[in-house]
C-alpha cells in the first residue's frame, strides 16, 4: 500500500473506533461480549432492576425467516417507564412514533454482537423539541446514567 492510503486507512480507523460509543449522532453503540440471546437477556434483566417495563421484542431475524429470507440475529428490545413518560404522553400522543425507547441488539456477517441505542441528550434535543415538548436536563441525566449502566450490565463480563 502507498502511504497516502494507508494514511487514510489508519484515519478511517480512528474514527470508526471513536464512533462505538460515541453520542454524537445520537446512537451509542456497545460490543458485547455476549451472544445476541444472553445480550438481551441480560439487557432486559438490567432494565427491569432500573424500574424500566419491558414492552416487546422485535426479531426481525425471526421475520425474515417467515418469509424464507435469512439474516443474522437482530432484535429491537422495547423498554420504558410509564410513570415517567405518560404525562408527555397525554400532552402530545404523537410522541408515540418515536417512544417509547428501543435498544437493538445484532450479530454481524462476523459473529460479532452489539447493541446500540439512542442517548438521552438524542431524546431530550431532538425528539421532545420535534413534538414541541421542554427538555429536562436533570432527567436527560438520570436516564443516560441508567441507560449507560444496563447496556454496560448487558454486554461486560
Do not use: C
Not at 94 to 108: N, Q, R, S, T, Y
Not at 112 to 118: E, F, L
Amino acid at each position: 500500500m502507498k502511504i497516502p492510503q494507508v494514511a487514510a486507512l489508519v484515519v478511517l480507523l480512528i474514527l470508526a473506533a471513536a464512533g462505538k460509543t460515541s453520542a454524537s449522532d445520537g446512537l451509542i453503540t456497545k460490543p458485547s461480549a455476549y451472544s445476541t440471546a444472553v445480550t438481551l437477556d441480560r439487557l432486559e434483566a438490567a432494565l427491569k432492576e432500573r424500574g424500566y417495563m419491558i414492552f416487546a421484542r422485535l426479531d426481525h431475524a425471526a421475520a425474515a425467516a417467515s418469509v424464507g429470507l435469512k439474516m443474522p440475529p437482530a432484535t429491537v428490545l422495547i423498554f420504558g417507564n410509564p410513570r415517567n413518560g405518560t404525562a408527555a404522553f397525554l400532552q402530545k400522543p404523537a410522541l408515540a412514533i418515536d417512544l417509547p425507547l428501543k435498544a437493538l441488539v445484532w450479530e454481524d456477517a462476523g459473529g460479532k454482537v452489539s447493541i446500540a441505542y439512542n442517548s438521552a441528550e438524542y431524546v431530550q434535543g431532538i425528539i421532545y423539541p420535534r413534538h414541541g415538548l421542554p427538555t429536562n436536563s436533570q432527567q436527560q441525566q438520570v436516564v443516560e446514567s441508567a441507560l449507560a449502566a444496563a447496556t454496560d450490565a448487558a454486554v461486560k463480563k
